[in-house]
Every structure is written in C-alpha cells, then in structure tokens.
C-alpha cells in the first residue's frame, strides 16, 4: 500500500514545472522528477532521478542551466544546499561531474552539475531546488516567451527551482513483520566475572606515591648542592682573549678598524677582571678620570692607558687610516700592560722571604 501511494505521487509530480525544459544540452534520466524556473536569458533545471527508490541505493541529481552568450553564471553547490536542509543527517550529497560555459548550437551558454545522493534511512525526503544566480553584460529583448522578466543589464539576479519529495524504500531485508520480529530468539543474560578487589588499585597508587617522593628528595639534595664556579684569573683571560685574536689576522686580512674594536675590548676586560671596574661601560674620558684617582693603577692611567685607549678611538670613531704595524704596537702594548699588572702570588713564608712583586 505504501509502495502504490508513493508511485502515485511521484507520477504526479513528475512532470511539474512552469516552463519548458532547456532546449540545449538538456539530458534525460529515467524516472526522474524534474522542475525548471526562468527568468530573462537564463533558464534553470533541476532533475533527480530516479524519485523512488531504495534507500541503499544512490539517487542522481542533475542540475542545467542555459543563458545568452554574455551572461556570468554562478550556481549553487547543491552539496551545501543538502547540509543546509532538514535531512542533513539522512542523506549527503557529493558532486561527480560538471560541464560549465558549454557553447550550443544556437549560440547560448550551457552549465551543468551532477551529484549524487545517499540516504541512510527509508523514508520520504523533501529535497530543496537549485539555485543560481545571474548577472548579464548587456540588456537583450525576449520576444519569445512574454511570461520571462526583463533583466537590466549589470543587476545580479537569482533564480530558483521548486523542490522535489523522493521516496527511499525500505528493502526486503531491512523490513520485517510482526511474526519475524517475535521469532527472534533472545539471549540469556552473560553471567559477569567476580568483582575485582578493591585493593588492587592500591599497588599502583603506592608505586606512583613512592617514585613521586624518590624524584622530590633527589631534586632536593641536587639543589642542596653548593654549584661549583670555576673563576679564570684576569691575565689568563686576557692571555687567551689576545691569543684567538691574533690567530683570527684581522688586520692582515685588512679589518682594521674590527682590530682595535677588540683589542680595545680585551684590555678594558681585563681591567673589569682584574680591579672590578666598570670599563667597558665608561667612555675613554670617564675612565681616565676615575683611574686618574684610583691608586691601584699607580699612574699609568695618565700614560700607558691614555695614548693606548686614544690611539683605539681615532681608528674606532674618527676613521683614521692605522696600518699593520700599528695593530702590533698596539697588541704589544696590551701583553705588556697585561703581563706587568697580573695579580701574583704571595710566597709563602720561608720561601726566600719574597714575593714575586709586581701591581695588585
């Protein structure tokens, strides 16, 4: 009975529509249920084939649109319109093929989309139209039809088919009667297995609680630690420092004004080292003035440091063209400078009596 009502719609609705189908690359399904609509040079058809159906199998979905030459189409994804609809979670929808901006015999434009169609359940679906709007390049008169609406030129317009309603049929091994339904025989129920002990989580618990308290102790006694900072004296700092500048020949390979950069550097590290003064920091003005009062220098801020320090800035600031010799000077300079203010070592009393003198 429900498969005679459903035939019987569908036949009614079969051939629906307003106006004519397409007159150009129009094709034919079997079964189908079609709806047209048109609207000045453009001209819809929507077609889904076949409208009754099982819902295991795969419906198509046909959607054709025609227009002037000078006319820009643009369509609708069906798919979206599907997702959008109140079967969104019965069926879905995905393209398989389209045809866009084929030219007719007749000198018009064809486009053309194909979907198909899944149904996960029986029943009656109400399937939305297609959609497609239009914008057309130049005003162009109709005389063929009188019921088509005359569109302006540069205005998008949007044109739109009626739904269809496809029966998806249950299939013989998906219904069942009343008798086959009360032949099922039921299962007796599954006998569960003895309820596992409670304590058998404690394991796992006391495992997680006992390495939880061997990490904190371990980080504990590591931060206990006192950290070991091995301190490099001032003379050996600088001894290296020299010793990877003199190995790099910048002012052999021509970066002069690199050179005296660094050698600058070095020696007011060494000086931060060695007398905890902030050298690096201070201008060569602001030095020789603090060193000027600072009897830990023992005058040789007024000397050695001045003409050092100035000879370094006249390369550095004022561009001033140093040659080779005049690096060697200055790198002589500063192992001097170096070698005649590192911090010696106390003799230890006995030992001759002495010390091994020198600044510090």
């Given at each position: 009975?429900?498969?005679?009502?459903?035939?019987?719609?569908?036949?009614?609705?079969?051939?629906?529509?307003?106006?004519?189908?397409?007159?150009?690359?129009?094709?034919?399904?079997?079964?189908?249920?079609?709806?047209?609509?048109?609207?000045?040079?453009?001209?819809?058809?929507?077609?889904?084939?076949?409208?009754?159906?099982?819902?295991?199998?795969?419906?198509?979905?046909?959607?054709?649109?025609?227009?002037?030459?000078?006319?820009?189409?643009?369509?609708?994804?069906?798919?979206?319109?599907?997702?959008?609809?109140?079967?969104?979670?019965?069926?879905?929808a995905r393209e398989i093929g389209r045809k866009e901006?084929?030219?007719?015999?007749?000198?018009?434009?064809?486009?053309?989309?194909?979907?198909?169609?899944?149904?996960?359940?029986?029943?009656?679906?109400?399937?939305?139209?297609?959609?497609?709007?239009?914008?057309?390049?130049?005003?162009?008169?109709?005389?063929?039809?009188?019921?088509?609406?005359?569109?302006?030129?540069?205005?998008?317009?949007?044109?739109?088919?009626?739904?269809?309603?496809?029966?998806?049929?249950?299939?013989?091994?998906?219904?069942?009667?009343?008798?086959?339904?009360?032949?099922?025989?039921?299962?007796?129920?599954?006998?569960?297995?003895?309820?596992?002990?409670?304590?058998?989580?404690?394991?796992?618990?006391?495992?997680?609680?006992?390495?939880?308290?061997?990490?904190?102790?371990?980080?504990?006694?590591?931060?206990?630690?006192?950290?070991?900072?091995?301190?490099?004296?001032?003379?050996?700092?600088?001894?290296?420092?020299?010793?990877?500048?003199?190995?790099?020949?910048?002012?052999?390979?021509?970066?002069?004004?690199?050179?005296?950069?660094?050698?600058?550097?070095?020696l007011r590290g060494y000086i931060e080292r060695r007398?905890?003064?902030?050298?690096?920091?201070?201008?060569?003005?602001?030095?020789?003035?603090?060193?000027?009062?600072?009897?830990?220098?023992?005058?040789?801020?007024?000397?050695?440091?001045?003409?050092?320090?100035?000879?370094?800035?006249?390369?550095?600031?004022?561009?001033?063209?140093?040659?080779?010799?005049?690096?060697?000077?200055?790198?002589?300079?500063?192992?001097?400078?170096?070698?005649?203010?590192?911090?010696?070592?106390?003799?230890?009393?006995?030992?001759?009596?002495?010390?091994?003198?020198?600044?510090?």
């Amino acid at each position: 009975m429900f498969c005679a009502v459903g035939a019987l719609v569908i036949s009614q609705l079969g051939g629906c529509g307003e106006t004519p189908p397409p007159t150009g690359a129009g094709e034919e399904l079997p079964r189908a249920l079609v709806r047209t609509a048109a609207s000045g040079t453009v001209t819809l058809r929507f077609t889904v084939a076949p409208g009754d159906l099982s819902y295991q199998e795969k419906a198509t979905v046909l959607v054709e649109v025609e227009a002037e030459a000078g006319t820009t189409v643009t369509v609708d994804n069906y798919s979206d319109a599907i997702r959008r609809s109140d079967h969104q979670f019965e069926l879905s929808a995905r393209e398989i093929g389209r045809k866009e901006a084929i030219l007719q015999a007749d000198g018009r434009l064809s486009w053309s989309y194909r979907y198909e169609l899944s149904f996960v359940l029986p029943g009656e679906y109400e399937l939305p139209g297609a959609t497609v709007s239009s914008l057309l390049a130049s005003a162009s008169a109709d005389s063929e039809s009188e019921t088509r609406t005359v569109v302006p030129a540069g205005e998008v317009t949007s044109l739109s088919t009626e739904g269809v309603t496809v029966i998806a049929e249950a299939t013989e091994s998906a219904a069942m009667t009343a008798e086959q339904l009360a032949e099922i025989e039921v299962l007796p129920p599954v006998e569960m297995k003895e309820e596992v002990s409670a304590w058998i989580w404690v394991l796992p618990l006391l495992a997680i609680v006992l390495i939880g308290l061997v990490v904190f102790f371990l980080r504990r006694r590591r931060r206990s630690r006192p950290e070991v900072v091995i301190v490099i004296p001032a003379h050996e700092w600088a001894d290296q420092a020299l010793a990877q500048l003199v190995a790099e020949e910048l002012a052999k390979r021509g970066l002069i004004q690199e050179f005296h950069y660094r050698i600058s550097d070095i020696l007011r590290g060494y000086i931060e080292r060695r007398y905890a003064v902030l050298a690096r920091e201070m201008t060569t003005e602001e030095f020789l003035a603090a060193a000027t009062h600072d009897a830990r220098f023992d005058g040789s801020a007024n000397g050695e440091l001045d003409q050092f320090l100035r000879a370094c800035d006249l390369v550095k600031y004022a561009k001033h063209q140093a040659t080779v010799a005049d690096g060697e000077a200055l790198l002589k300079t500063t192992r001097a400078y170096v070698a005649r203010t590192r911090e010696r070592l106390v003799a230890i009393a006995g030992d001759n009596g002495s010390d091994e003198g020198g600044t510090g």
